[in-house]
């Protein structure tokens, strides 16, 4: 993003006008909007209370990602990294799934596009900020640690200079490019293979897509598990359990997940992936919220099926209505 053209204008634009590629580097850092938004909130509360001993050694833009990653990184410690059901154990089957809960702090969540994906003119721009923020990406994101974390999306998703990051964070440009190395080779080891990049003008994702909206608004699992692949997983977080194979999915659908059947689905972007509000038919008429499902593509397949349950505060974020009517 540009830096400001001129001096004169005031301050709060300024700083503006960088909440939104803040908001992804620290999202990227934290594993959550919630927490990604409160921390360039407190950023941009220790720029407006600094500024005046900024002195304009660096850009503005350099100063303020300095600060995002002193928050960041004082946020991050003495606490466990946010994860994905998969991180935390192997999967269940329909027979030995348990329906034990963990709290919001444990997991990674959702992100909308436009809330962390800065506007450009340069498509293949665009499409590598959203590779940068799909849920895989952000998960073995969580396995460094905090500096080498911050190292790698400062070289690898931002395009800094390894020099830059040095004096980012007061460091010698060997120590970066040695964190850099040693992030390069945890992501290898953890990091899932890549998913299919949204395209919005490509037909057979599209058609893809709407075959998946037919079988599961007319909840035809026959027709869902052939959109599947065979290895296919599904988590619900809060629900520490997952499960895995097309099989199990379609066991689990029409076992304990029946109630999902007759639900009403609306797409959203989030994480550089398709994704969906689904409603669930309400006793009263209509159809209430129930789940946020982000879907996983990889080579012309659903490889995941990603459930965020917390409607309450992922609805409103993604400008989901709170209700449908019949």
Known sequence: MAEPTTTEEPLELQLERFRRELTGYCYRMLGSLFEAEDAVQETMVRAWRAHERFEGRSSLRSWLYRIATNVCLDSLKGRNNRARPMDLGGPVTVATASEAVLPEVTWIGPVPDGRVVAEAADPAEVAAQRESV????IAALQRLAPKQ???LILREVLGWHANEVAEL???????????LQRARSTLAACEPAATDPVLPMDDEQQA?????????????????VLLLHEEAVLSMPPFAMWLRG???????MLGPGHGCRGSRLIPVPANGAPAFGQYRPSPDGGFAPWALQVLEISQGRIVGLNSFLDTDALFPLFGLPPRLEP
Not at 134 to 137: D, E, G, K, N, V
Not at 169 to 179: K, M, R
């Open 134 to 137: 799909r849920l895989a990406f």
């Open 246 to 252: 097309a099989e199990e999915i379609r066991g689990w």
């Open 169 to 179: 964070l007061g460091s010698s440009t060997a120590s970066v490019n040695s964190a």
């Open 208 to 224: 893809l897509l709407a075959r998946y909206v037919r079988a599961f608004e007319s909840y035809d699992m026959e027709a869902l």
């Open 149 to 151: 974390r911050a190292v």
